[in-house]
């Protein structure tokens, strides 16, 4: 991203303005038209550029500190006692909410190299190749999607939701931002750009609460909300 569209996107924070989108580091169409290519281009290439995860800067210990003890805390306030985490990334964080709750866990992604990752940091988690455009959810009390639909183009964030709603798990965890001026924009899958699930062409109703995931000086607003699976089927009919 150029220094003006930087610049652009810094003052637009304060009224819900973020104009201007990462591109993926290159197309699906350069990658065999296959997600699971371009999403290990982006790992090979560590175009996140963090030193710490693949995954990125987001997905740092440092980064997720604040938002590990909010979601501990909420698995154990509903006694969730299962609970899919697609996707997984490589599991740089995670694993200090799993030995703080004792939560059942399970999680998936569409890149074998955040997985090879992952079972390196935890070697038998149970971690699998997953696509949540299209793979069959396996059962679970809530599915954690954080940080991923806004990666991902409409209309595979919509076909994500859609996979989600045909599912057995009640319940979803799913990154959004929220901002009084927001209007959402379509990107190609692997880029980046702010999205907003109450809005089109998501339109998802109000979450049942949302779990703070962004320091509040220097990144856009940003929330893992929680929604029942029934609001999101009913909103995507
Ligand atoms: C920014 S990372 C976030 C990982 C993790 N949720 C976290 O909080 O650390 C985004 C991840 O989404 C994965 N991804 C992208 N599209 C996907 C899809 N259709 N199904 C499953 N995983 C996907 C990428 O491979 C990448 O590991």
Redesign the pocket.
Known sequence: MNIVARIANRLGRRWGIRPFSWAAPCSLEEVGGD?LNL?DR??DLNY?GSEE????G??THGR?AEYAKLLSRLIEQRQIRSMF??????L???GNVIDATGVSYSG????ER?IDIALQRRPGADVRL????HDAFPDADIW?????LF??SFD?GLA?LRNFANSKIDWALITTNTARWMRNIDIA?GGWRVLDLERAPFNLPSPELRLKDYPEKTEFPRYVALWRREAIAAALK
């Open positions: 997600h999403f982006i790992h996140w995860s693949v995954s990125g987001g997905s997720t985490d697609a996707p997984c990334g490589d740089n964080w995670i998936g992604d569409v890149s955040a997953f696509d949540i455009r954690h999607c954080r940080d991923c990666h991902l595979d994500a899958t």
